[in-house]
């Protein structure tokens, strides 16, 4: 077993060529420890060369209602006013405190997805 760092895309590739080639490894082999090892490296060198951006708050609402097939009306019961779900999904207005709990707890968007700090238009 041989392992480095991965410091350069040609290290990255040649960490993923090595996973495919002992992906079946059985857990506590020496393999099995190898594949556990450049897992985690793959994963630190993705994280830092290819950052995923959270959502805007008012597209993962808005998404998440498609999902569910939920309509703005639908929307407005959640929050309780019409006007309020308009100016939200408008991106007129910013969600408070108390409409990022409903609306984590009701469309099962995670919360540091809706507390982002988004400006209203």
Not at 2 to 30: C, F, S, W
Not at 37 to 51: A, C, V
């Amino acid at each position: 077993m041989h392992i480095q760092p991965i410091h350069t895309d040609q290290d990255y590739h040649k960490a993923l060529e090595r996973i495919n080639e002992i992906i079946d490894a059985v857990p506590g082999t020496e393999e099995g420890d190898e594949l556990e090892i450049l897992g985690i490296l793959i994963d630190e060198y993705e994280k830092k060369s290819f950052p995923i951006e959270s959502p805007d708050p008012v597209e993962a609402i808005k998404f998440r209602m498609e999902q569910l097939g939920m309509t703005q009306s639908d929307f407005a019961k959640l929050l309780g006013s019409k006007s309020r779900a308009s100016e939200i999904l408008s991106g007129k207005r910013t969600l408070s405190l108390s409409q990022i709990k409903v609306i984590h707890r009701k469309l099962e968007i995670p919360a540091e997805v809706l507390i982002q700090e988004s400006e209203p238009v």
